[in-house]
Structures are given as structure tokens and as C-alpha cells.
């Protein structure tokens, strides 16, 4: 039985993320949008079958399967030898178009055969929260982050073997720089843990993290700097050193860099009686 909300849209326009509909097609029907939705969109198939045509491409659609479109995206989808069970969900939100680019979304996401149980268990909370006329809008767009992460993770890190691959190779070196980060560490060190080149090591690692190796790296020190500052006595030249920075001077330039005060002045801020 098909069933949907569409919530009654007010304060929450001011929200990053805001579910504008969220529903069960039992069974999915024919539908062509010739400019698509105004809304993000995902779905996914819990039974049955489908096809999704995007851009002059076919789709499969079944059980695992998982799309993403993006607003004003035209496409058309329909079931396949009987029945198809979809689970979709819509939404939009202040700068969302932006922020889902940032993170990955680039118009058209699609990933077959995926473990998609953690987005229906996602699903299930919004619909349920879906239905609360008070707090509905406030709750259910936390969980419609939450679900734009879980799908994510789904559909560019963990669905094929390619993804995979690169998702371990990023897993490793992250592993590897928690740690070692207060020895030297070459990039030829990270690539090799996964017996790849420099070249791919980092033009994976940065499509992953959003950062370059080294810039990682220093982000992970000062991090740990940081807790070293906020949390004992040692003086900072010990700190810089216990961090991966035995120059003082120069951890004292990375660390102002990164955090915009110097470790002196970030100490001072956080209370602490050492200057």
C-alpha cells in the first residue's frame, strides 16, 4: 500500500536541510519528469524492479539499489515484471544545493547492490518523526543530514569494488599517519602501504578526505597539540616536539597557520595557568 507526508513547510525553511516529502510506493508507478523535482531527492528498492533513465542511460533498479537526483534533474523511471516497492524521500533546505555538491552529490548518484540497511533504519526514524506536527521539522531534518551521510557512505565508499579499494586505501594510510604522526612521514611511505603510486595515492586521498596527505598530517598534530596545550604543564617546545614539530619555531608557524593564535595564545584562551 502506497502511503506519504508531506510535511506543512514554515519555520524550517531557515534549516540547512528540510524534508519537504517522504513516502512508500507499494507498488512504484510509472513516473517521467521532463525537468525534474524542485526538491533533492533519493531513493531506494526494497523489492521488486525498476529501470531509472538519467542523461540517456538505463539503470537497474532492485533490491539494494540506491539513486540520488538533484533538483531541476530530468529523468524517468518505471517498474519492471510487476510489482516495484520504492522508499523515497525529498528535501530542501538553505544552501543545500552547495552543500550537497561539497560533500559529493554532483547532480546524479546512483549504486547497485549495496547494504542499504542502515539508510532504511534512517528512513523508518523519519517518517516516523515525519509525522509529528510540533517537532516534526526540527527532528526530522537531523535525520535527513544523517541519511544524506549514511547514503554517502553507501554509494561512493563501500557498493563496488573500486570503491572499496580506494576506501581502503584511504582507511590505511589514515591508520597509519594516528599512528605515526610525530615521526617524518613520506607520502612514497602512504602510497606504499597499498603498493600504489604517489600520483593515485594522492589524487585518492584528497577525493576521500578533501585534504592532501600532508595537509592531513599537519591537522593531525595540531590536533594533538592542541589537546597537549588544553590539558597539561609541558612546555611548548615539548609539545611542538611530542607532536611531530622538533622545531619550535616552525610548529609555531604551522600552528598559527592552522589555528589562526599561536600555542602560547591558545593556551591562554583555554584558562590554563602555564604561559
Not at 613520506?186 to 595537509?215: D, N, W, Y
Not at 611548548?236 to 604551522?254: C, H, M, Q
Amino acid at each position: 500500500m502506497t502511503k506519504a507526508i508531506y510535511p506543512v513547510i514554515g519555520k524550517q525553511i531557515e534549516l540547512p536541510f528540510y524534508l519537504t516529502g517522504i513516502g512508500v510506493s507499494d507498488p512504484e508507478i510509472h513516473v517521467v519528469r521532463s525537468t525534474g523535482l524542485s526538491s533533492h531527492q533519493f531513493l531506494f528498492t526494497s523489492s521488486g524492479s525498476g529501470v531509472l533513465y538519467v542523461d540517456g542511460k538505463e539503470y537497474p533498479q532492485g533490491k539494494g539499489s540506491l539513486f540520488y537526483l538533484a533538483p531541476g534533474k530530468p529523468h524517468e523511471y518505471r517498474p519492471v515484471n510487476g510489482s516495484w516497492v520504492t522508499n523515497w524521500l525529498v528535501f530542501r533546505g538553505k544552501h543545500s544545493d552547495e552543500l550537497m555538491q561539497n560533500i559529493g552529490y554532483k547532480g546524479f548518484a546512483y549504486a547497485s547492490c549495496c547494504n542499504t540497511e542502515r539508510c532504511e533504519k534512517i528512513f523508518r526514524r523519519i517518517f516516523s518523526a515525519a509525522e509529528d506536527p510540533v517537532n516534526g521539522g526540527e527532528n526530522t531534518s537531523v535525520l535527513v543530514y544523517e541519511y544524506i551521510l549514511a547514503a554517502r557512505e553507501t554509494m561512493f565508499f563501500t557498493c563496488n569494488d573500486s570503491n572499496s579499494r580506494k576506501s581502503n586505501i584511504v582507511k590505511k594510510a589514515l591508520m597509519y599517519i594516528d599512528e605515526n604522526y610525530m615521526q617524518d612521514i613520506a607520502i612514497e611511505t602512504l602510497a606504499g602501504l597499498s603498493g600504489i603510486s604517489v600520483q593515485h595515492f594522492c589524487r585518492v586521498f584528497k577525493a576521500e578526505t578533501l585534504m592532501r596527505p600532508l595537509e592531513y598530517l599537519a591537522r593531525r598534530r595540531i590536533s594533538e597539540a592542541k589537546a597537549l596545550l588544553s590539558n597539561t604543564d609541558l612546555e611548548i617546545g615539548e609539545i611542538g616536539r611530542l607532536a611531530g614539530y622538533p622545531d619550535r619555531n616552525y610548529f609555531s608557524i604551522v600552528f598559527r597557520r592552522l589555528e589562526g593564535v599561536s600555542p602560547r595564545e591558545y593556551r591562554r584562551n583555554k584558562g590554563s595557568s602555564v604561559i
